[in-house]
């Protein structure tokens, strides 16, 4: 059966920059450096308000620039997305991706999340950084479908960061960087390595052994998740 691709609708509403942010567990990855001042403890119980009054006068201000990113981005993901569903789907053996409808929301925060159930998630808002957008939109669709290729061939319990066992999360971050840093994912990423986090740099420099054998993603799954 022919596989059916995601289309994304790509827009921007500052409703969802403001709850995006509430997903932010390191609040000061996320914060821009001119509010860097609001992680004081002085700022606790205020820091939200004036936070939704940042992005109510940022989406104001900057409007049209916001609108001609979000259609610069899309075209640009028009551009590659050809080339991304194919190599996804040699990756993952021609399985089909997660129905649902996929939505990717400009925000002006650092650090873009995703719901992985709502398929949503965030990218930069900020018109020099298109390239950018492109690792974060190629990131988030990885997971979307690696989480739904482990929850069904593997019945696998997902995790997130947050929880208290999160290997599966583990797995699923050091499984995108393995795939960003191959050739192959440069347009994408333009050749900027991408580096895996220091809670889960034990299980992917396990991981990276195995992979870089065949790049096959079960054998991966069997020697790490599924060790008997």
């Given at each position: 059966m022919k596989n059916i691709y995601p289309t994304i609708v790509f827009s921007a509403k500052k409703k969802y920059d403001k709850e995006f942010f509430k997903h932010f567990s390191k609040p000061d990855w996320a914060?821009?450096?001119?509010?860097?001042?609001?992680?004081?403890?002085?700022?606790?119980?205020?820091?939200?308000?004036?936070?939704?009054?940042?992005?109510?006068?940022?989406?104001?201000?900057?409007?049209?620039?916001?609108?001609?990113?979000?259609?610069?981005?899309?075209?640009?993901?028009?551009?590659?997305?050809?080339?991304?569903?194919?190599?996804?789907?040699?990756?993952?053996?021609?399985?089909?991706?997660?129905?649902?409808?996929?939505?990717?929301y400009s925000s002006i925060w650092r650090m873009y999340p995703r719901d992985i159930r709502k398929k949503t998630f965030a990218f930069p808002a900020e018109d020099n950084r298109t390239d950018f957008a492109m690792k974060v939109i190629a990131h988030e669709m990885l997971h979307f479908i690696t989480y739904d290729y482990l929850e069904k061939k593997y019945k696998l319990r997902p995790s997130e960061v947050s929880s208290k066992e999160n290997i599966f999360w583990q797995f699923t971050e050091n499984l995108n960087v393995l795939i960003e840093n191959q050739r192959k994912w440069a347009r994408f990423t333009k050749n900027r390595r991408s580096k895996s986090y220091p809670e889960c740099k034990k299980l992917y420099l396990a991981m990276e052994r195995i992979w870089d054998s065949n790049n096959d993603i079960d054998n991966l799954i069997l020697k790490t998740l599924i060790r008997k």
């Open positions: 914060i821009r450096p001119e509010l860097q001042f609001l992680l004081h403890k002085d700022f606790r119980n205020t820091r939200e308000k004036f936070l939704f009054a940042y992005v109510d006068n940022y989406f104001t201000i900057y409007e049209k620039r916001i609108a001609d990113n979000v259609k610069q981005v899309r075209l640009r993901w028009e551009s590659v997305s050809k080339y991304f569903y194919s190599e996804v789907a040699l990756m993952f053996k021609g399985f089909p991706w997660p129905k649902g409808n996929y939505r990717a």
